[in-house]
C-alpha cells in the first residue's frame, strides 16, 4: 500500500491500528486526478464521477461569480 506516501498533497493518513488508510484531508485531493489509484489494489480507491465533479465546479463558479 503505497498511496499514503504516493500522494504530495497529504490527502491519505495511516492511523496506527487501522487496516485502512484514512482519508484525512479530502479537500487537498486535486480535482480530477487519479494518480494514487494505480498504486493501491483495483477498486480499492473510488472517486466521485466526473460529471458530478464537472456539474459542482460550475455551481461554484456560478456561485462565486467566475468566468
Ligand atoms: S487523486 Fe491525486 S491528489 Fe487525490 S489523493 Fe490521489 S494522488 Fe492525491
Not at 1 to 6: A, I, R
Not at 7 to 14: A, D, G, K, Q, S
Not at 22 to 51: L, Q, Y
Amino acid at each position: 500500500m503505497e498511496c499514503d506516501t504516493f500522494c504530495p498533497h497529504r490527502v491519505f493518513e495511516r492511523r496506527e491500528g487501522d487496516l485502512k488508510l484514512v482519508v484525512a484531508n479530502p479537500a487537498n485531493c486535486v480535482a480530477f486526478c487519479r494518480a494514487c489509484s494505480k498504486t493501491c489494489g483495483p477498486d480499492a480507491i473510488s472517486f466521485p464521477s466526473k460529471p458530478e465533479t464537472i456539474a459542482l465546479i460550475k455551481q461554484i463558479r456560478e456561485r462565486e461569480n467566475v468566468k
